[in-house]
């Protein structure tokens, strides 16, 4: 990335402290009852306990890790591994591969948060191939269109080892969003409609070394838009969550082959705020790169994300207005090849104006 672009400069008040907290981290959270092969979910007499650590996690966190998740470690070696050739070829050839305005997917290494540029470069892939989207972000138009995924040359096994993990990946979400239905005394499958089309997306992350690593982050502060991140990161470690009792960034600790979960902005309006989607952002560091890979679950374009009907009533009214998924995806996708002088599409602009002042006066 050669010389520092002041573009990559994070304000003074954003910038990552020397001193950041690594004492009480987020919680783990061990998925083995749920994993073995002849495990059970509606007998299981410790998922009650189980579910009830997840709903405190989802509350307090919005933020977890999970162990003994059942995605073989055989398979998360693979990606990582085919990341690591992938990014380590010469720029020119990752370009071959580049997204633009028509294809969404593949390489992009000029990515902004909050109109900061991240010391990182991606490659990002669909879940489902290809995945059904709005044509445009009007919302009168109603043209659909595919998004392709891209494949390089090399290494030649990036395309096999990545769908088999996007597969896992799958496989772990409907587990942690069946736990995260019990915890909001829904029924298990409750969400399971929402993705029969999904559009779930998986990024391989690299974050080269930075010369600047005080001044720069690797992605700046962000919410996760989608319904629920699984994330792989290495042993290097970077990503730091903002906690809600007091705004502290926490820097979390690698744990071999756990999976970070984070709650994205659609389980917050489908929770009516029971839930909330919580800042995070990854550290850079002048020694080592840093691979991750996040997974963010994504529901059919054509859901109209708003407060399930069962969690809202007279006392609780819903918080946020209705929003169509699609439209909101590509808008996110259309203003991220421009730096805009606005700030980006956010569920607070579907919050209905009043249910704030509603919330103090419970
Ligand atoms: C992201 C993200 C954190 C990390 O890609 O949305 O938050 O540790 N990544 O890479
Ligand atoms: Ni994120």
Known sequence: ?????????????HRPKPDFTRAEGIPLIDL?????????????QALGGLVEEIGDACKNWGFFQVINHGVPLAKRQNIEKASRIFFDQPLEEKRKVRRN????????DTEHTKNVRDWKEVFDLNVQDPTVVPASYKPDDEELTRWFNQWPEYPTDLREVCEEYAKEMEKLGYKLMELIALSLGLPKDRFHGFFEEQTSVVRLNHYPPCPVPDLALGVGRHKDAFVLTILAQDDVGGLQVKRKTDGEWLWVKPTPNAYIINVGDIIQVWSNDTYESVEHRAMVNSGRERFSIPCFLGPAHYTNVQPLEELINQQNPAKYKPYNWGK???????SNFQKLDVENIQIHHFKIPGSELAEKLD
Do not use: H
């Not at 083995?32 to 299981?44: A, F, G, R, V």
């Open 1 to 13: 990335m050669g010389e520092v672009d002041p573009a990559f400069i994070q304000a003074q008040e």
């Open 32 to 44: 083995s009852i749920i994993s073995s092969p002849n495990s059970n979910l509606d007998n299981d």
């Open 101 to 108: 305005e028509e294809k969404v997917l593949g390489y992009y």
């Open 328 to 334: 909101f995806l590509v808008t996110r996708k259309g």
